[in-house]
């Protein structure tokens, strides 16, 4: 879904804004690369993930230009945490799609880590049109929540979870849980 909507988006800035259109379609063929090179891998560090994700989200600031604003705030003692391969993605995808997309004003998506005990917590929230204000149409915003938690229980069973809800300032927010785990470095 995500390659198609760029896909269109570069041949749409390709009449209008050709530099735009060239950094675009460079940072996809990046995205695309790092995807192909995990295939097959379950659980990177986050490090990796988030690295994953900044260009992800630099193809979406050339799509939103200044209606969409990325925050950071991950603890640097979570960056060596195991994370399923792409989990981020999908969830920071809907944050932008059924959140931000929707509203004509600028809207910001945060994405925060940290260390918790012997756990690994990952929230992602959006200051958009909440959960009453997503709309169905153009893909269901529960798929790929759906999808997450169930790769997250295959990889950790009961000891994770994942929750979607309604931010009480606007917005929505995804809590993931998981296990602190880190690679194997022997």
Known sequence: HFLFNTLNAISTLMHRDVDAAERMLTLLSDLLR?????????EVPLRQELEFLH???????????????????????????LVPNMIL????????????APRS???????AASRVDEALTVRVSDD???LRGRRSGGGDWRGGLENARRRLEQLYGG??????????EGGVQVDMKIPFRQPNLA
């Not at 600031?61 to 969409?68: G, H």
């Not at 000891?159 to 009480?168: D, H």
């Open 159 to 168: 000891e994770q979870f994942l929750e979607l809800r309604e931010r009480p």
């Open 34 to 42: 790092l995807s192909l090179e995990t295939t097959g891998v379950q």
């Open 89 to 100: 993605q999908p969830i920071v995808e809907n944050a932008i799609k059924h959140g931000v």
């Open 55 to 81: 260009r992800y989200l630099e193809i979406e600031q050339i799509r939103f230009s200044d209606r969409l604003s990325v925050r950071f705030d991950v603890d640097r003692s979570a960056l060596e945490a």
């Open 128 to 130: 958009g049109v909440g």
């Open 105 to 111: 004003a600028p809207g910001c998506v945060t994405i």
